[in-house]
């Protein structure tokens, strides 16, 4: 192996190895340079060795002490290895579940430093998983954190980092006029600071500067290339032939933030400049109305719309429910997935080119050379934040003879004001809060050993009620990492061989194909079936009014805005809903305050900010696992709580603004590295096309 670079698979870096490297997987570390960007989630500040006898309950803390008794115990009821050590004010007892290898690690009489967080119990402090080091010099201090995966410790990824640092050379990415101008520390010196500081100024000054790059890059790739000045569109104004009909077709009345929002895309659409807006709609709340009317408005005018979502299974839904409501207005609407076989693509694409599909709703199929629209007035893009920022460019690349289509951002997973600020500062936003109706439900967490009686509760319920329920699993093959977790498969059968003989039990998952998928959800709508056991392919656009109970397994697996939106398939209507939640007693700390929240608060706009306190490193709105939100480093929930990091986050808007005035291509010399680092992204982002 060659010079390490941070180019380098991780497995050839000192210390790691093929084994290490798949559980560095999980982590999303692949390369070098992902192990250095995997910053700590929190600090911990061990600079004082503590006493025993001073512990107290829920503190972190580093303590010294002498081993003094090492053995097993099933105490607890669990299998546990345990090291006691003294410090001669008290014992505290250092404990690991299921690893009786650690015993071999420690001999009596050795003196060791521990750190982790205390627990007291029946008078005795215990630590759990401590990290354990006999010098103890890695263990007092200001202490990184790091997030963790089976076989990798925090302990083991300090060591890691340090290995990297010492080995890789680590080339700037920032001009100098820059680093100058925001007094911003070179990014070798940023990383050191992050990993191994020695005081929470270092770390405040390296988390801005890698703070102010990664969003500096993400304003720059959004608008490179481009005038900063509003792009000119084609000034659509409702003339009410599409639009005043099918707000008459509704079976439900708009709401006062429907028609709020309807009025703004108008006002927006009939400009010369295009339209730039963010659609926000709470679960129930009729988001999909509001972009099939804002569709209709370029229809009526003779113009085309499309409606890019980020999955087959959400543009399938997506293109049902506008059947419904346009095909009896008389509007053509067509569904182009990569999916189709290679004839219906052609086929549906001359309808496309022609401009006999007025509505065309798809996948990444949209923006694929093959696909080209007669004349294209209207971009929808549904759950922006699972687009990567080329990806979007290509869509808006569809409109013809240099006119800019109206350009319409919408999501069904509220995001916290802050948050969207940060994230669309450059559009305008639109929100819907209130539902058609005022929409009850009773939320349940019940644990597992209760599972029988939920299901006998809910059997009972669908019987005497006739209203109709979904069961949701996580999963829909068997895995043998998650042995406890039901497949789909396996608890459709289950339930099917435990439920009274006259309620029907239907199955949907996302390997079914389409047309199964339509017909069992067919026979839902019609009553046919009373219980549905379907993954997560529910969660959007599925609207059954008599469905009103809901269990979800292994709900501690799922995130806040997954179960906000699974919920919502249960509040269709104004009748009282039933949502239960079942999950292991014992669960992590984030997973049980997840689960509280649901069960505590029904508004979207309310969780949001809720999963904001509670949320991990970089996963709110998908940030590790989709383009345009790969911050690298960045946990986003930091950002938008800290006013610190939301200021770095508007002078990085000015800046990127301020240089692409100048430099609209970045080929200035001067900006040469921030020219290279873009592309680097763009090299990263895949495009699923069809």
Partial sequence: MGKVTLETDVKFLKGVGPRRAKRLEKLGIRTVEDLLYLLPRKYVNRSKVQKIA?????????VRGRVVEKFKSTASGKREAI???????????????????????????????????????????????????????????IIPIYPQTEGITSKL??????????????????????????????????????????DMEQVLLGKKRVVYEELLKFYLRLNLGAKLGRRRSIPLKRTGELTDRFVSSLPFKLTGDQRRAIREIEEDMAKEEAMHRLLQGDVGSGKTVVLLYASLIAIENGYQAALMAPTEILAEQLFMVAEGYLRPLGVNVVLLTSSLSARTKRNIRAEVASGA?????????????????????????????????????????????????????????????????????????????ERPFKAKVINRIVHKDQRAQV??????????????????????????????VKSVQELYEELRAAAPPDLKLGLVHGRMSLEERREVMERFRRGEIHILVATTVIEVGVD????????????????????????????????????????PRKMSYEARMRLRAIANITDGFALAEEDLKIRGPGELLGTRQHGEFSFRGI???????????????????????????????LLRPENALLRRSLEKLEDREVVDVG
């Fill in 544 to 583: 059954v009014p008599n469905a009103k109970y809901m269990v979800v397994e292994d709900a501690n697996r799922f995130g806040i805005a997954q179960l906000h939106q699974l919920r919502g398939r249960i509040m269709r209507s104004e009748e009282t809903a039933f949502f239960v939640m079942i999950a």
């Fill in 455 to 484: 299901y006998r509760f809910l059997f009972d319920k669908v019987r005497s009620t006739g209203k109709q329920a979904y069961v949701i699993a996580p999963l829909i093959e068997e895995s043998e990492k998650l042995e406890e």
């Fill in 54 to 62: 001073h512990l107290t309950g829920g503190q972190e803390a580093v």
């Fill in 357 to 433: 599909a007025q509505l065309v709703i798809g996948t990444h199929a949209l923006i694929t050379e093959e696909t080209v629209f007669k004349n294209l007035a209207l971009a929808i893009v549904d759950e922006q934040h699972r687009f990567g920022v080329a990806q979007r460019a290509r869509l808006l690349e569809k409109g013809r003879d240099g006119i800019y289509p109206h350009f319409l951002v919408s999501t069904a997973t509220p995001i916290p004001r802050t948050l969207a600020l940060t994230i669309y500062g450059d559009l305008e936003v639109s929100r819907i809060r």
């Fill in 157 to 198: 990824l300090r060591n890691l980092i340090r290995n990297a640092l010492q080995s890789v050379e680590i080339p700037e990415s920032l001009p100098d006029y820059i680093l100058r101008s925001r007094k911003l520390p070179r990014r070798e010196e940023a990383l050191r600071y992050l990993h191994f500081p020695e």
């Fill in 635 to 665: 946990n986003l929930a930091d950002i938008s709580s800290d006013n610190r990091l939301m200021r770095i986050a508007e002078v990085c808007r000015r800046d990127a603004r301020y240089i692409l005035r100048k430099d609209p291509y």
């Fill in 83 to 141: 090291i006691r050590i003294s410090d001669g004010t008290g014992h505290l007892d250092l404990v690991w579940r299921n690893m009786d290898f650690v015993l071999s690690n420690f001999r009596l009489g050795q003196t060791v430093y521990a750190a982790g967080r205390v627990y007291v119990y029946g008078g005795k402090r215990r630590m759990y998983f401590p990290e354990v080091e006999e010098e103890g010099k890695d263990l007092v201090g």
